[in-house]
């Protein structure tokens, strides 16, 4: 049978150059942002939170929210504060906190300990004070030799650097997941964290999130246990929260059972 369509011209006529140029340019500009927005995505995006903790709208980018908290962090007369009529009254107060802590068998002299969003380092001069001596802070502002420049959102650490991590700025987490992430990435098996919070109180303009209750805590926290709970009175701070990370068998033992 003869093929009817031998020595046929192709019936489906040929779009011309430039109409194509146009569909192919615009298919690639599409590809690469999806691509883009693919690989940033993941680093943004905000997991189911509980009702008790909600996050602060009105930041454009991450850029504008460190910009933000540069501004209190390099006030100049906030610094001066910090350094000076503040200093003994702070370094006293956390080395009461502390000293309670090493009484409870959570802190020790041979501990390695971090402090969180330190600023200018009051709370690392009072572990040093009350005798733990490998002691360092991080903030957005490095403050020599008491406070090493990092990012509480990606600290500047190896995995299991400390055996204590103390912060009292959790209400500057844009991303509280990424915030106690990063605490339990470089917390030690058995390593502490503890937390100062305010749960009664939204007074300070730079808070980034607002904690209604201890509950999203223990959420956030999965590869820890809550030690304890307890009322304090730091710096309009009002509630203590303790966790201690868990040890990789213990935790196997758990899924198994």
Same mark, same amino acid.
């Given at each position: 049978?003869?093929?009817?369509?031998?020595?046929?011209?192709?019936?489906?006529?040929?779009?011309?150059?430039?109409?194509?140029?146009?569909?192919?340019?615009?298919?690639?500009?599409?590809?690469?942002?999806?691509?883009? +927005?693919?690989? *940033?995505?993941?680093?943004?995006? =905000? $997991? &189911? #939170?509980?009702?008790?903790?909600?996050? %602060?709208?009105?930041?454009?980018?991450?850029?504008?929210? +460190?910009?933000? *908290?540069?501004?209190?962090?390099? =006030? $100049? &007369? #906030?610094?001066?504060?910090?350094?000076? %009529?503040?200093?003994?009254?702070?370094?006293?107060?956390?080395?009461?906190?502390?000293?309670?802590?090493?009484?409870?068998?959570? #802190?020790?002299?041979?501990?390695?300990?971090?402090?969180?969003?330190?600023?200018?380092?009051?709370?690392?001069?009072?572990?040093?004070?009350?005798?733990?001596?490998?002691?360092?802070?991080?903030?957005?502002?490095?403050?020599?030799?008491?406070?090493?420049?990092?990012?509480?959102?990606?600290?500047?650490?190896?995995?299991?650097?400390?055996?204590?991590?103390?912060?009292?700025?959790?209400?500057?987490?844009?991303?509280?997941?990424?915030?106690?992430?990063?605490?339990?990435?470089?917390?030690?098996?058995?390593?502490?964290?503890?937390?100062?919070?305010?749960?009664?109180?939204?007074?300070?303009?730079?808070?980034?999130?607002?904690?209604?209750?201890?509950?999203?805590?223990?959420?956030?926290?999965?590869?820890?246990?809550?030690?304890?709970?307890?009322?304090?009175?730091?710096?309009?701070?009002?509630?203590?929260?303790?966790?201690?990370?868990?040890?990789?068998?213990?935790?196997?033992?758990?899924?198994?059972?």
């Amino acid at each position: 049978m003869q093929n009817v369509h031998a020595g046929m011209k192709n019936p489906i006529p040929k779009l011309p150059l430039l109409l194509l140029k146009p569909f192919f340019l615009s298919l690639f500009l599409s590809l690469a942002v999806l691509f883009f +927005l693919a690989l *940033q995505t993941p680093r943004h995006r =905000n $997991p &189911k #939170l509980s009702p008790g903790l909600r996050i %602060r709208p009105g930041y454009s980018s991450y850029d504008s929210y +460190l910009q933000h *908290q540069l501004n209190k962090t390099l =006030n $100049p &007369k #906030l610094r001066k504060i910090w350094t000076s %009529r503040d200093w003994d009254r702070k370094v006293l107060v956390f080395s009461q906190f502390f000293r309670g802590l090493k009484e409870r068998k959570l #802190l020790f002299n041979d501990s390695k300990a971090l402090c969180i969003g330190a600023r200018v380092g009051q709370e690392v001069e009072a572990l040093r004070r009350v005798g733990v001596g490998d002691s360092v802070g991080i903030d957005l502002v490095p403050y020599p030799p008491l406070v090493l420049k990092g990012d509480f959102h990606s600290q500047p650490f190896d995995d299991e650097t400390f055996d204590f991590e103390f912060s009292n700025v959790f209400d500057h987490a844009l991303y509280p997941w990424k915030f106690v992430r990063e605490i339990e990435r470089t917390l030690r098996e058995g390593g502490i964290c503890v937390l100062h919070v305010a749960l009664s109180r939204r007074a300070d303009k730079y808070s980034a999130n607002d904690l209604y209750s201890v509950a999203p805590l223990v959420e956030l926290f999965r590869k820890s246990d809550l030690v304890g709970v307890r009322n304090v009175d730091g710096f309009g701070l009002d509630t203590e929260v303790v966790f201690r990370k868990k040890e990789k068998e213990k935790e196997k033992e758990k899924k198994k059972t």
